[in-house]
């Protein structure tokens, strides 16, 4: 089984200032990585995502996240944050589908709690 | 369109009682999720259905009763809950594509946030 770890717990930040939210995830052949975003009292939605291909990926927001397979890393950076950026943000990994039972299942890692203060 | 709805939004009962939580996507997804998550936790998955059939289940106690009665419902039956129950219930769905696929995108509905008094 995977596992993801977010070492942060909560990062607090002021507008406009930049921030990344640190994933690592734990090694396999190949891994597909997400972030989704949950803000107050809704569900999760995703942000971005690496399958294949470039290890830079954007979302339509101003995020973006890079791949490294070498450090097993898939932190999320925005340069500069709005107040509306508060919100719970998820690193998730899956490896694969249709392995028996993982079904392609999604690790979550436990959650970095970002508010941006003005 | 790439919703999932779930209904209701809220829903509180009692111990004895017996409700559903319903959860729809009309994207011609085959596999769809049960997840529950607790406040500042990440979502638990509870139940996995593919084609219609249920493929996981993590050991979730048998008042938790899901049903999949066709591809783009799924429904999860409560009965006898206890207050630690109380929690975001959330549906998502996936294409469910043949083994060796790359990973899916599961997309999430909004949640049912439920209180067991």
């Known amino acids: 089984a995977q596992s993801v770890t977010q070492l942060d717990s909560q990062v607090p930040v002021f507008e406009e200032a930049p921030v990344e939210l640190r994933c690592n995830y734990s090694?396999?052949?190949?891994?597909?990585l997400f972030w989704y975003v949950q803000y107050p009292n809704q569900g999760l939605q995703l942000l971005l995502k690496?399958?294949?291909?470039?290890?830079l990926v954007e979302s339509i927001n101003g995020f973006e996240a890079e791949f490294n397979k070498s450090q097993t890393s898939f932190h999320l950076r925005k340069p500069s944050v709005h107040i509306s950026d508060t919100a719970e943000y998820f690193c998730?990994?899956?490896?694969?589908?249709?392995?028996?039972?993982?079904?392609?299942?999604?690790?979550f890692g436990r959650g970095t709690q970002l508010t941006v203060w003005p | 369109d790439t919703e999932v709805t779930q209904t209701p939004k809220h829903l509180v009962m009692g111990m004895t009682n017996k409700k559903s939580l319903k959860c729809e996507q009309h994207?011609?997804?085959?596999?769809m999720y049960w997840y529950k998550q607790k406040a500042k936790k990440p979502p638990e998955l509870m139940f996995v259905?593919?084609?219609?059939?249920?493929?996981i289940n993590e050991s979730v106690p048998s008042r938790f009763s899901p049903e999949c009665p066709n591809s783009s419902l799924l429904n999860l039956h409560l009965h006898a809950l206890q207050p630690e129950d109380s929690a975001l219930y959330l549906c998502?769905?996936?294409?469910?594509?043949?083994?060796?696929?790359?990973?899916?995108?599961?997309?999430f509905g909004p949640g049912t946030r439920l209180l067991v008094l």
């Open positions: 998730a990994v899956s490896d694969g589908v249709g392995r028996g039972s993982t079904l392609g299942r999604l690790y």
């Open positions: 690496y399958l294949s291909g470039s290890t």
């Open positions: 994207m011609g997804h085959r596999a």
């Open positions: 998502a769905s996936s294409q469910g594509r043949l083994a060796g696929a790359p990973g899916e995108t599961q997309y």
């Open positions: 259905y593919s084609y219609e059939k249920l493929s």
């Open positions: 090694s396999s052949v190949s891994v597909y």
